[in-house]
């Protein structure tokens, strides 16, 4: 039995999966779909799909799997596209940064008997430091030994789940359950607020007074601050996850504007003992999670939110994921 997968999306995220399942051809079929041929082209080019497809309906319409890897200002649009094409128990999975929004509109288009589950990726720490974008980004190693979040709607199907874990693991990552409303927050904090506050870096001292000559000595720490909103390919999406998840954004922004008038109280009051304190706070907790995240090894914690599935499911049967090892007689 063959299994074709259908991944719209093929950038860092989406080709990233499409190598990381190479090899399996006689198991997996990947179909591959992206709105600029030249992306497209170069994935099928470096093996990430076995066959591109430029009409979105045909590369969606044998697919047992659907893998979204798309800016979240395109989800909703290519969810009203594909749903009329989409064959009877297919499995829509997202990689978007607003899963109770994009849950609701799947939960609104899909047809009957067509399931959703989100998937929060997490990257490899040994790239956590490149800055390269898009397809040339594509790793077969970049969800290895780390998470995925499998996020899971209100009722969701317990074949969609398994397909879910599945496919995690056949990617070399551990899957953690959890649901729409929680990862939301989760992002906000770590993916969306770090964007908001590169740009609001960028937009205070860019083109401000004494920017000619300060741009001249910008150095590391500027360079590091203010990549993030750099490795935005698309600011609509930016602007769009920020307003979809706005009750989080708004709270971690108040916070964060606390967080520097705190600061600017101790500056403003001479207090160096008490800056010095909140500073070697904030380095601390950085390298305490870095060593952490450089660890990526989450197993002991992956788990604990939801039971998972323990029969395998269509991966799972295919390639012997989650099943348990024989007993020797």
């Known amino acids: 039995m063959t299994v074709q997968i259908a991944i719209i999306g093929l950038g860092q995220i989406g080709g990233s999966f499409g190598l990381a399942l190479a090899g399996r051809e006689d198991l997996i079929s990947r179909i591959g779909h992206d709105r600029e041929a030249k ?3 170069q994935a099928e080019k470096i093996g990430a799909v076995d066959q591109v497809e430029r009409n979105l309906p045909r590369a969606v319409r044998a697919a047992e799997l659907v ?3 798309l800016p979240l200002n395109q989800m909703r649009e290519t969810l009203e596209i594909i749903a009329p094409h989409l064959k009877e128990g297919a499995v829509v999975m997202e990689t978007s940064m607003a899963k109770e929004a994009v849950s609701a509109w799947a939960a609104e288009l899909l047809p009957g008997g067509r399931r959703y589950i989100g998937l929060t990726p997490v990257i490899n720490p040994a790239y956590l430091h490149e800055v390269d974008t898009g397809i040339e980004a594509a790793r077969a190693d970049l969800f290895k030994n780390g998470l995925i979040g499998i996020v899971t709607p209100p009722q969701a199907d317990s074949g969609a ?3 879910a874990a599945d496919l995690t693991r056949l990617v070399g990552a551990n899957p953690m359950f959890i649901d729409p409303v929680e990862v939301d927050g989760l992002m906000s904090a770590t993916h969306i607020l770090p964007q908001l506050i590169a740009a609001a870096l960028l937009n205070a001292t860019i083109d401000q007074p004494g920017w000619k000559e300060a741009r001249k000595l910008a150095g590391r720490a500027y360079a590091e601050s203010s990549e993030p909103i750099v490795q935005v390919s698309d600011v609509q999406a930016l602007s769009h996850a920020a307003v979809l998840n706005r009750e989080n954004v708004l709270r971690l922004v ?3 504007v606390a967080a520097l008038h705190a600061l600017r109280e101790d500056i403003e009051a001479g207090d160096e003992a008490a800056l010095t304190e909140r500073l070697e706070r904030a380095r601390q907790g950085r390298l305490r999670w870095w060593a952490e995240r450089q660890m990526g090894d989450w197993s002991y914690e ?6 998972a599935p323990e029969t395998p499911g269509m991966l799972g049967r295919l390639f012997g994921v989650g099943r348990k090892p024989k007993k020797e007689n």
Do not use: F, N
Not at 302 to 307: G, Q
């Open 161 to 163: 789940i398994k397909l």
């Open 254 to 256: 108040d916070s964060s």
């Open 67 to 69: 893998l979204l890897c």
């Open 302 to 307: 992956a788990m604990t939110r939801i039971d």
């Open 39 to 41: 992306v497209a082209r």
